[in-house]
């Protein structure tokens, strides 16, 4: 009897989740395993022993019996965590570095723009005007990380070696080298406090949702160089208040927002926040994940297992994450 | 007697070199002793004990017998040190850090800004357009810096750190770990040659006038993921050719540009620049230097130099930096 098979489950969404790419991806990576795109005509749901998923409907992961292992092709498992018939399998979720240096991209990016007034100079560059405003230095800037699994503390160093003061927030403590950090409860409002640009990269769990609300942003630093706070949005929709950011937004409790993410993907065209002169956003391309390099590391991780070896980057059901 | 005077000798050159901005940031500063704005009437040069210059005249600081330190306001101190006349004093650089992290800022957030395309996402949010792009990676885009004095090795090493490929060209041989180093104009066409992003930090000499010109931007690589290769230019605007950049744009040779200087500043209000949809423009602000904060360091160094303490960033003469 040859190998179990690896049953694809990638429901799209975007175009870059197109499932053809993936099966191709995997193919290529486990040759001598049979590699099924799911819904298929042709197959034993007993001969599959993994499966690497992005969005699977609620239930579609029951039906296979000999279920080992699941792999998550992005970062976010909290739709995953809330299907209560998902099998009692590992879950295994991917930190690639091509995904953590996507996301550092993208939080860099979203950090300096706001930094750098770039909602200003591009409006003043509409009016024909050259009116340069006083430009503050990163050192003068504290950036607010809330998460610090390997994504956030990714982009904590590169923010560091920029210039900012950087802190970070996680439930758990957590000591990165440069970067002041608080956790649990007790020190969220001491890390608000002291935070000009908050960056969320939170993992969705029954804690987080809508931790992104007014009472939040109510303690973010007002007294820093940037005015009024910033809060960029790279983790998951469910973690904000809509609400909340778009009157906070209009009555100046925030002076930004930078969204990748939303409650409804895609976000629907009546939404105010296509329009909102203080909102950058971004069709939740963050951190796009490479079907290379991921399909390589679960090939490497299948591998390993039926070597006996441990699997990496376990989800903990008890933690949600 | 009171406290030794400061000589202000800031020549300027753009607006944001004011000499009375400087006046009145070290009358601040320095409340309890007499700061001067050189060329004054009526002082004695016997009472000048510190001089904080930008662009002095060749022999302008020979005249002060009781001169105790010289403070350079910005980048480059090789002019100063061309002086044979320059008093054998301490000479402070002050504004290097500054200036550099300011550079750097600029340059990191605009090689992200083309790299992730945002020209596009922002007309996809005015369109109310959810629609995703395929993002390539940081390591698939390869940057070209011109110019690898500090300004250049350290956005080199930043945007190393996201993990762009970055190669660096300059008039003399550089070393740079991890930087692809060309040198010299027999070696300029192959560094453009493999360049998706070309960033221009150049000093602007008889050499490098009008360098950034249709010639050279045809040779930028055309078959990176960026597509059309994008220019930013932070060094002068003597250095581009207006019409060669615009026209550029219209015909596909270039994707995009950023530029922060023209040959005109402010930029008219006639200028095609400002409503050019491939041109993100940022009124000569890369790298403003922060008469606020040299000017606390300044006296800061003062008053630590006068109770017997150690001055810091001391130009060594045998090194000349």
């Not at 795109?37 to 042709?42: G, I, R, S």
């Not at 109510?218 to 809509?242: S, T």
Request: one cysteine or more; glycine letters at 8%.
């Amino acid at each position: 009897m040859g190998k179990g098979a690896l049953a694809l489950l990638v429901h799209g969404g975007t175009e870059n989740w197109s499932p053809e790419r993936w099966k191709a991806r995997f193919d290529e990576v486990c040759p001598d395993r049979r590699v099924l795109q799911l819904p298929a005509a042709d197959f034993d749901p007993a001969e599959i022993h993994y499966a690497a998923v992005w969005k699977p409907d609620p239930g579609e992961l029951a039906g296979f019996p000999n279920l080992r292992v699941i792999f998550n092709l992005g970062a976010g498992v909290d739709a995953l965590m809330a299907d209560s018939s998902l099998p009692k399998v590992p879950l295994v979720r991917v930190a690639v570095s091509d995904l953590t240096n996507r996301m550092t991209e993208y939080v860099v990016l979203h950090v300096l723009m706001h930094h750098r007034q770039e909602l200003y100079l591009r409006a003043s560059q509409r009016e024909r005007q050259w009116a340069p405003k006083f430009q503050w230095p990163a050192n003068a800037v504290s950036v607010g990380i809330m998460g610090l699994g390997t994504l956030g503390a990714n982009a904590a160093d590169v923010l560091k070696r920029i210039g900012f003061r950087v802190a970070g927030w996680s439930r758990s403590r957590r000591q990165i080298d440069g970067v002041e950090c608080f956790h649990g409860r007790p020190q969220l409002e001491a890390f608000l406090r002291r935070t000009d640009i908050l960056v969320c990269l939170l993992p969705l769990t029954a804690d987080t949702r809508h931790i992104l609300n007014r009472d939040l942003f109510a303690k973010l630093n007002r007294n820093g160089p940037v005015g009024a706070p910033v809060v960029i949005n790279a983790g998951r929709g469910g973690l904000q208040d809509e609400a909340d950011i778009l009157a906070c937004l209009d009555d100046g409790t925030l002076g930004a927002a930078s969204l990748d993410v939303f409650a409804r993907e895609p976000l629907p065209p009546d939404s105010p926040f296509w329009t909102h002169p203080k909102v950058v956003l971004t069709p939740h391309n963050a951190a796009d994940t490479d079907a290379d390099e991921i399909s390589k590391y679960v090939a490497r991780q299948i591998e390993r297992f039926e070597a006996g070896g441990a699997l990496e980057n376990v989800v903990d059901p008890a933690r949600g994450y």
